[in-house]
């Protein structure tokens, strides 16, 4: 018989939970879903997982490098997430003991939207 023992390993385009503590200036603090733009493999392989941070703070309304992705879920429902294009990181997704986030993925036409804005500031395409 043959156990399953697949783990869990985030990939592109899914959202995740991650602790950006610690945090320095203007910097995220605490526990925030992420945007993963690595692939799987490199995830994997690194233990690194690279992205973008999510808030529903509501000054990025008007903030020109965060692209609203809809309402949040849980405690804040009735808030706009926002992901922030600004703000590439990358953290130890392992030691952060990251997990699922319950809006698995961020659907097709939103990540290009992501992508592209992200383009804009770093400009790699």
Known sequence: MVKNTSVWIPERQEI????????????????????VLSPQSFN???SLVIGLPMTTAEYNADNPFAVA??????????????????????????IRR??????KKLDNA?????CERLNQIIQIA
């Not at 992705?69 to 392992?94: E, I, M």
């Not at 990251?98 to 809006?103: F, G, R, V, W």
Request: positive net charge; glycine residues 4%.
């Open 110 to 114: 939103l990540f290009v939207q992501v």
């Open 16 to 35: 995740i939970w991650i602790d950006c503590n610690p945090q320095v200036g203007q910097e995220m603090r605490d526990v925030h879903p992420f945007l």
């Open 44 to 46: 994997d392989k690194t």
């Open 69 to 94: 992705v809809g309402k949040a879920s849980g405690r804040k429902v009735d808030k706009t997430s926002y992901v922030l294009c600004h703000q590439p990181k990358s953290f130890d997704w392992r």
């Open 98 to 103: 990251a997990t699922s986030h319950p809006l």
